[in-house]
């Protein structure tokens, strides 16, 4: 935080009421998450209500930690805690908005800010770094862009820093204006304009006006003028000084002209002054040459030369700089934060270890911070971050980080360089640990993590943990804050990893988990999932499974239900079950008929307590089944209350899946079950963009051909090019799940964003691909499917459902998680 704040300054500045004030207090860090406290004392914390819990839930748990100042809403019962400072507001996420803009009026160097609908990250961060060589720079921590992030990554600002770079992310209209009013940027920039989530506005014209209000202050704005709808706006808005335009042809602030070479570009800026600028940048997508484009003129208007631009780019490296999950040597686990290495990036990798699996030991690899500023200051934040998050042992690269060595003599060990740790670092003294690796680019950690890794072969299933939140969130935001929600985590969570995918729905505040079999409940128990789960099939031998383990067994029919009940009693066990309505699925559950017996088995054996009552939709996801679907809810209706006139208490009603919960709002009941949708897949076709693809299946490319005119590609000779031309070979095939109906042109995958279609058979581990008159060569990335190849229009294509396509991913496949 720029500058310490009394409560009474807080009450000002949020214009709330204030109880019970402490004039000492003097509060310096603000938290709206109750695991994120490092100083107690000196920490607002701010209760947000969001779609997933109310903040003000975990008071009680951050008085025990020893906070002591809350802004809570105005109806928050603060009696309870006499001697504690409250603020009340009548909203709380205004006031935190407030709170920033009034840290950020206090800061007086330059702030840059970038909006627009790709590229932001990328541009703070890369930008981050050129600046980052001569000034101390604050940036937002990964794409913290957002109501809310964006407040936090103003309190990331402090008193040292320079210059400080913010992101700003908006969904829907309405939502810039106080983003603007934070930030109030001196210096703008709009990335472009992708067509994505045009949900949410008006019109296209309307979005563009929206973003652009971000800079009706600032006293520049960055663009190119080549992307017309924009630049018109903009023109048609800002007076001419104001603006800084480039573009591929003549007449712009700056014209530049790019010429790829075998590795990277060079890109040429010619300034209207007729001045020529050059810069050799590392890469030559179209998408990394328009982002360094607006970093370079960026660093330009702050000042910065040319040479120390281009000393700047050459340490970018095009590299992932996305924080990712990835299974490690003897089956650890490893975050891998090789690229961020700043305070802030350092604690949301933090955080983002401490919502993974529990019971492990903790391993921190880190280098020195390069962060400018004071290093006392900074380290004395490390240590104090490592004792929080209780690491068993820390690795330590570079000069200052022996700083560490004194507070942590036991646990630490440093090593002067990465060759130095490579060379002494034994890999199978990692078993089972949790492994944070956060370093500076220029140390190279890559090292570490290849060497830490479990050997990922070519292909490997990405999992966007952030797209798997915006899905969840928006089927919250469908149903009522009352209802509740249970996740499907069956078939290995639709493909995408049981275990990772159900750590992070109890982080967002799920309330149940579906799995099919027991011991896919069993395997979620062992690496500490704490939700209650329920077993849609288990089986009679798995009985003392679910006892030992706290799993819900659906109970389908009255055999099932005497011979639990009888095993109940033997072992002298109560279980809780759920009831299975069988309206028209006929697939498992209780029919009408069965009913008169199913109240006597429930009367009579109170060892097994009803959690839920429920039934499935047959055809929720289609237009033409919805008089069926409203006979199956008012069926469950009566049903239902026939079960419930024998019970003393309540269980949990429910019946509407991920389409149901769009098709029938009406009949949420207590609680709905999402499956499909969570994963990225709108199955009724009603909300299609505003859903995020959470995986992307990638592979390599192993070997490049060119076939002469009539030979032909793979078994049974299926393949042939007529006139001749190139293949590629790719490490997938059908035993990774790659189905073999895509064979012969009914699929296709994207290299360097150009469709290839799949030519000849899909082999067992392989696959060829026509990439006649393409770039591309060996170890090339290929992409199966992902944000850019619909799931839908593939499962389409070979006459299935997305559902078949996620669970077939086989599991030889290595999950990789990440945050974007
Ligand atoms: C799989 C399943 C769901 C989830 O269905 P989606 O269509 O994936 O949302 C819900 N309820 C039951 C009983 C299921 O088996």
Same mark, same amino acid.
Request: proline content about 3%.
């Given at each position: 935080?720029?500058?310490?704040?009394?409560?009474?300054?807080?009450? /000002?500045?949020? $214009?709330?009421?204030?109880?019970?004030?402490? @004039?000492?207090?003097?509060?310096?860090?603000?938290?709206?998450?109750?695991?994120?406290?490092?100083?107690?004392?000196?920490?607002?914390?701010?209760?947000?209500?969001?779609?997933?819990?109310?903040?003000?839930?975990?008071?009680?748990?951050?008085?025990?930690?020893?906070?002591?100042?809350?802004?809570?809403?105005?109806?928050?019962?603060?009696?309870?805690?006499?001697?504690?400072?409250?603020?009340?507001?009548?909203?709380?996420?205004?006031?935190?908005?407030?709170?920033?803009?009034?840290?950020?009026?206090?800061?007086?160097?330059?702030?840059?800010?970038?909006?627009?609908?790709?590229?932001?990250?990328?541009?703070?961060?890369?930008? $981050?770094?050129?600046?980052?060589?001569?000034? /101390?720079?604050?940036?937002?921590?990964?794409?913290?862009?957002?109501?809310?992030?964006?407040?936090?990554?103003?309190?990331?600002?402090?008193?040292?820093?320079?210059?400080?770079?913010?992101?700003?992310?908006?969904?829907?209209?309405?939502?810039?204006?106080?983003?603007?009013?934070?930030?109030?940027?001196?210096?703008?920039?709009?990335?472009?304009?992708?067509?994505?989530?045009?949900?949410?506005?008006?019109?296209?014209?309307?979005?563009?006006?929206?973003?652009?209000?971000?800079?009706?202050?600032?006293?520049?704005?960055?663009?190119?003028?080549?992307?017309?709808?924009?630049? @018109?706006?903009?023109?048609?808005?800002?007076?001419?000084?104001?603006?800084?335009?480039?573009?591929?042809?003549?007449?712009?602030?700056?014209?530049?002209?790019?010429?790829?070479?075998?590795?990277?570009?060079?890109?040429?800026?010619?300034?209207?002054?007729?001045?020529?600028?050059?810069?050799?940048?590392?890469?030559?997508?179209?998408?990394?040459?328009?982002?360094?484009?607006?970093?370079?003129?960026?660093?330009?208007?702050?000042?910065?030369?040319?040479?120390?631009?281009?000393?700047?780019?050459?340490?970018?490296?095009?590299?992932?700089?996305?924080?990712?999950?990835?299974?490690?040597?003897?089956?650890?686990?490893?975050?891998?934060?090789?690229?961020?290495?700043?305070?802030?990036?350092?604690?949301?990798?933090?955080?983002?270890?401490?919502?993974?699996?529990?019971?492990?030991?903790?391993?921190?690899?880190?280098?020195?911070?390069?962060?400018?500023?004071?290093?006392?200051?900074?380290?004395?934040?490390?240590?104090?971050?490592?004792?929080?998050?209780?690491?068993?042992?820390?690795?330590?690269?570079?000069?200052?980080?022996?700083?560490?060595?004194?507070?942590?003599?036991?646990?630490?060990?440093?090593?002067?360089?990465?060759?130095?740790?490579?060379?002494?670092?034994?890999?199978?003294?990692? /078993?089972?640990?949790?492994?944070?690796?956060?370093?500076?680019?220029?140390?190279?950690?890559?090292?570490?993590?290849?060497?830490?890794?479990?050997?990922?072969?070519?292909?490997?299933?990405?999992?966007?943990?952030?797209?798997?939140?915006?899905?969840?969130?928006?089927?919250?935001?469908?149903?009522?804050?009352?209802?509740?929600?249970?996740?499907?985590?069956?078939?290995?969570?639709?493909?995408?990893?049981?275990? @990772?995918?159900?750590?992070?729905?109890?982080?967002?505040?799920?309330?149940?988990?579906?799995?099919?079999?027991?011991?896919?409940?069993?395997?979620?128990?062992?690496?500490?999932?704490?939700?209650?789960?329920?077993?849609?099939?288990?089986?009679?031998?798995?009985?003392?499974?679910?006892?030992?383990?706290?799993?819900?067994?659906?109970?389908?029919?009255?055999?099932?239900?005497?011979?639990?009940?009888?095993?109940?009693?033997?072992?002298?066990?109560?279980?809780?079950?759920?009831?299975?309505?069988?309206?028209?699925?006929?697939?498992?559950?209780?029919?009408?008929?069965?009913?008169?017996?199913?109240?006597?088995?429930?009367?009579?054996?109170?060892?097994?307590?009803?959690?839920?009552?429920?039934?499935?939709?047959?055809?929720?996801?289609?237009?033409?089944?919805?008089?069926?679907?409203?006979?199956?809810?008012?069926?469950?209706?009566?049903?239902?209350?026939?079960?419930?006139?024998?019970?003393?208490?309540?269980?949990?009603?429910?019946?509407?899946?991920?389409?149901?919960?769009?098709?029938?709002?009406?009949?949420?009941?207590?609680?709905?079950?999402?499956?499909?949708?969570?994963?990225?897949?709108?199955?009724?076709?009603?909300?299609?963009?505003?859903?995020?693809?959470?995986?992307?299946?990638?592979?390599?490319?192993?070997?490049?051909?060119?076939?002469?005119?009539?030979?032909?590609?793979?078994?049974?000779?299926?393949?042939?090019?007529?006139?001749?031309?190139?293949?590629?070979?790719?490490?997938?095939?059908?035993?990774?799940?790659?189905?073999?109906?895509?064979?012969?042109?009914?699929?296709?995958?994207?290299?360097?964003?150009?469709? /290839?279609?799949?030519?000849?058979?899909?082999?067992?581990?392989?696959?060829?691909?026509?990439?006649?008159?393409?770039?591309?060569?060996?170890?090339?990335?290929?992409?199966?499917?992902?944000?850019?190849?619909?799931?839908?229009?593939?499962?389409?294509?070979?006459?299935?459902?997305?559902?078949?396509?996620?669970?077939?991913?086989?599991?030889?496949?290595?999950?990789?998680?990440?945050?974007?």
């Amino acid at each position: 935080m720029f500058q310490e704040v009394s409560q009474d300054q807080i009450q /000002a500045v949020t $214009g709330g009421m204030l109880l019970n004030r402490n @004039e000492e207090l003097l509060i310096s860090q603000t938290a709206i998450d109750s695991r994120q406290i490092l100083h107690p004392e000196k920490t607002l914390f701010v209760a947000l209500r969001g779609a997933k819990a109310d903040g003000a839930d975990f008071i009680p748990q951050l008085i025990d930690l020893g906070v002591k100042t809350f802004l809570v809403h105005q109806d928050f019962e603060e009696k309870a805690f006499p001697d504690l400072c409250f603020i009340k507001v009548s909203d709380t996420r205004r006031a935190l908005q407030l709170l920033a803009k009034f840290q950020r009026s206090l800061f007086t160097n330059p702030v840059v800010s970038i909006t627009g609908s790709n590229g932001k990250t990328i541009v703070k961060e890369w930008l $981050g770094q050129i600046l980052g060589q001569k000034y /101390a720079v604050a940036k937002s921590p990964k794409s913290y862009n957002s109501q809310v992030g964006v407040p936090l990554s103003i309190f990331g600002i402090e008193s040292y820093h320079q210059v400080a770079i913010l992101e700003a992310g908006i969904s829907k209209a309405g939502e810039m204006a106080a983003l603007e009013e934070m930030i109030k940027p001196d210096l703008g920039i709009f990335t472009n304009l992708g067509s994505a989530h045009q949900e949410g506005f008006e019109s296209l014209e309307s979005k563009i006006q929206e973003k652009l209000s971000l800079f009706s202050d600032s006293n520049f704005l960055i663009y190119c003028s080549d992307q017309k709808q924009v630049s @018109e706006q903009i023109e048609a808005v800002f007076p001419t000084k104001k603006r800084i335009a480039w573009s591929d042809r003549a007449g712009a602030d700056f014209t530049r002209s790019v010429k790829v070479k075998a590795k990277g570009a060079r890109l040429i800026l010619m300034k209207s002054d007729l001045s020529t600028h050059t810069f050799q940048v590392p890469f030559s997508d179209l998408a990394s040459l328009e982002n360094i484009t607006h970093v370079i003129i960026a660093a330009m208007t702050l000042g910065q030369t040319s040479e120390s631009i281009q000393e700047g780019i050459s340490h970018l490296k095009s590299v992932d700089m996305r924080l990712t999950l990835k299974p490690g040597i003897n089956d650890s686990l490893l975050i891998d934060d090789t690229y961020n290495n700043d305070l802030a990036g350092l604690k949301v990798a933090l955080d983002f270890m401490q919502q993974q699996r529990p019971k492990r030991r903790k391993i921190l690899v880190l280098s020195d911070l390069l962060q400018q500023g004071s290093p006392e200051k900074i380290y004395l934040e490390v240590t104090d971050l490592i004792r929080k998050y209780q690491f068993d042992q820390i690795y330590g690269v570079g000069k200052e980080i022996f700083y560490l060595d004194r507070e942590f003599p036991e646990s630490f060990t440093g090593f002067k360089s990465t060759e130095e740790l490579l060379a002494k670092l034994d890999p199978d003294s990692f /078993a089972n640990d949790m492994i944070l690796i956060t370093g500076a680019r220029v140390f190279g950690f890559e090292e570490v993590v290849n060497r830490l890794q479990q050997r990922i072969h070519g292909t490997t299933l990405e999992i966007n943990l952030n797209a798997l939140t915006h899905n969840y969130n928006f089927y919250k935001k469908l149903i009522s804050p009352k209802t509740k929600v249970m996740v499907m985590v069956k078939a290995f969570a639709y493909g995408g990893g049981a275990v @990772e995918i159900a750590n992070q729905i109890q982080t967002m505040g799920a309330d149940y988990l579906g799995v099919a079999f027991s011991d896919e409940g069993v395997a979620l128990r062992k690496q500490g999932i704490k939700l209650p789960i329920m077993v849609l099939n288990a089986m009679q031998e798995s009985f003392g499974l679910c006892s030992e383990f706290d799993l819900e067994p659906v109970v389908f029919s009255p055999d099932f239900f005497e011979s639990l009940a009888s095993w109940c009693t033997i072992h002298q066990k109560t279980i809780r079950i759920h009831l299975d309505m069988d309206t028209g699925m006929h697939r498992l559950g209780f029919e009408n008929k069965h009913l008169g017996e199913l109240k006597r088995l429930i009367k009579t054996n109170p060892q097994l307590q009803i959690a839920s009552i429920y039934t499935h939709l047959v055809g929720a996801d289609e237009e033409i089944h919805q008089e069926f679907s409203f006979s199956q809810l008012r069926t469950f209706e009566e049903m239902k209350n026939e079960i419930l006139e024998v019970l003393p208490y309540k269980p949990l009603i429910h019946a509407l899946n991920s389409a149901g919960i769009v098709a029938f709002p009406d009949f949420q009941f207590d609680m709905v079950r999402l499956g499909i949708g969570l994963y990225g897949v709108e199955v009724t076709g009603k909300h299609s963009l505003a859903l995020r693809a959470i995986s992307t299946l990638k592979t390599t490319i192993s070997q490049i051909k060119e076939l002469d005119p009539g030979e032909t590609i793979g078994y049974s000779r299926k393949g042939v090019l007529n006139s001749g031309g190139k293949i590629a070979t790719l490490a997938i095939g059908y035993a990774d799940g790659y189905d073999r109906r895509f064979s012969n042109g009914k699929g296709y995958v994207l290299i360097n964003g150009h469709k /290839a279609p799949i030519i000849g058979n899909v082999c067992m581990d392989m696959c060829m691909v026509d990439v006649s008159g393409m770039d591309v060569k060996a170890g090339d990335e290929a992409i199966i499917y992902g944000e850019q190849i619909s799931l839908k229009e593939l499962a389409d294509q070979i006459g299935t459902i997305p559902y078949e396509l996620l669970t077939n991913i086989s599991t030889r496949v290595k999950r990789v998680y990440y945050l974007d």
